[in-house]
């Protein structure tokens, strides 16, 4: 059985950083792409950030790039997201999620498995 637990969220004021990690378990990241969503408050979902653990190729959404970054830990199973000077547009639910043997790692593609989610919240 695939699971994605999501942890590090929390509150924080504009400008400073958190780290959500994802540990997965039930899947090996030689198959799968990892990447990270959000939904915010009355908004639709929106990818965030992906990677390939094998090669470290990575997808980034246009508004996070030079403020978030991705990057896995094989040995424990983790995938990171990095966020740095965060906005209080980056409020929202973040999500990990799996993408099972993916053409090339893509946010616009449909990711296969997906964590519970855990909230960021950003004030002003």
């Known amino acids: 059985e695939v699971q994605l637990v999501e942890s590090g969220g929390g509150l924080v004021q504009a400008g400073e950083s958190l780290r959500l990690s994802c540990v997965a378990s039930?899947?090996?990241?030689?198959?799968?792409?990892i990447g990270w969503f959000r939904q915010g408050p009355g908004q639709e979902r929106e990818g965030v950030a992906a990677?390939?653990?094998?090669?470290?190729?990575?997808d980034y959404a246009d508004s996070v790039k030079g403020r978030f970054t991705i990057s896995c830990d094989r040995a424990k199973n983790t995938v990171y997201l990095q966020m740095n000077s965060l906005k209080p547009e980056d409020t929202a639910l973040y999500y990990c999620?799996?993408?099972?043997?993916?053409?090339?790692?893509?946010?616009?593609?449909?990711?296969?498995?997906w964590g519970q989610g855990i909230q960021v919240t950003v004030s002003s």
């Open positions: 039930g899947l090996s990241f030689n198959d799968y792409a």
């Open positions: 999620a799996a993408d099972f043997r993916p053409i090339r790692v893509g946010l616009e593609f449909p990711f296969d498995y």
């Open positions: 990677i390939k653990c094998t090669d470290d190729t990575t």
